[in-house]
């Protein structure tokens, strides 16, 4: 019963504080309509002017997606970085300039290319959505990274952006965009994928860890977004506190 009484008191301070902070958002994000956001991760604001300039110059945006699978533990991962590439592919649809997107998990393969389908329906255009935008490419990471490590050889690649579920593999990829000097942005969640990442882009073109999460908030810019990062924090804050406290009543003796 005192389990049961834990579980319902933590989903009603949930559901508080995502309410809370939801208005909160969305009463900042109507006071700062029209001002200029200088903060957040540099990465995603630098997608949109991507997609114009690779437009203008006829050339291509290579999206790797990596291979984490949406229905284990590297889900989220995966569908945070659909979410920080949701203002990307809608660019790109009304430029006519669709992103090459690629993936090694054929449920992710589902999920993007269902939003690009969407960014060309919701522009009334949806016949022109083209076949082979998104691609499957092998059901291993390391197959998977060499593989589409030979489309910065093979196609006018403008920008490769490696975003989502990777570890060390995302090496092979950041290796052929710098050999064939194409532009490089990218994020990733675990810490070997980010150890290869980091050195090659440096702070300004990559999201590290929890940074990768706040894709949909910065791009999206709803306050449903916002609310659930700031709950997180909060939350994570929470649980911080409920160790210490319960490390030291353990300490004291206390609580039996």
Known sequence: MADQLVA????????V?????????????????????????????AFSDEVGRVAEEGRTIHVSLGSGDI????????VAALHGLSALTELSAAYDSPPLITTGNPTLYLLAENQIRD???????????RFGTVRYVAPTPIIYAAAAATLAYDESLGVNINLGSFDQEVSLLTHAAVTNKVTLLGGAASPTGAAALYPVLGPSQ???????????????RRSAFWAGLATQDILRWL????IVAAAVASLLGLGG
């Not at 960014?119 to 949806?126: D, F, V």
Request: charged share 20%; aromatic share 6%.
């Open 206 to 220: 990559v999201a590290i860890g929890e940074e990768l999460f706040s894709g949909g908030a910065e791009v999206i």
């Open 119 to 129: 960014a060309y329906a919701r522009l009334g255009s949806p016949d022109n959505y």
């Open 71 to 78: 229905l284990d533990e590297q889900g989220m991962v995966s």
């Open 8 to 15: 319902l008191g933590l989903v009603l301070v949930c559901a």
């Open 17 to 45: 504080v995502f309410a809370v902070n939801g208005i909160r958002h969305r009463r900042k994000a109507e006071d700062t309509t029209g001002v200029e956001d200088t903060t957040g991760v540099p990465v995603f604001k």
């Open 239 to 242: 649980v911080v506190v409920g």
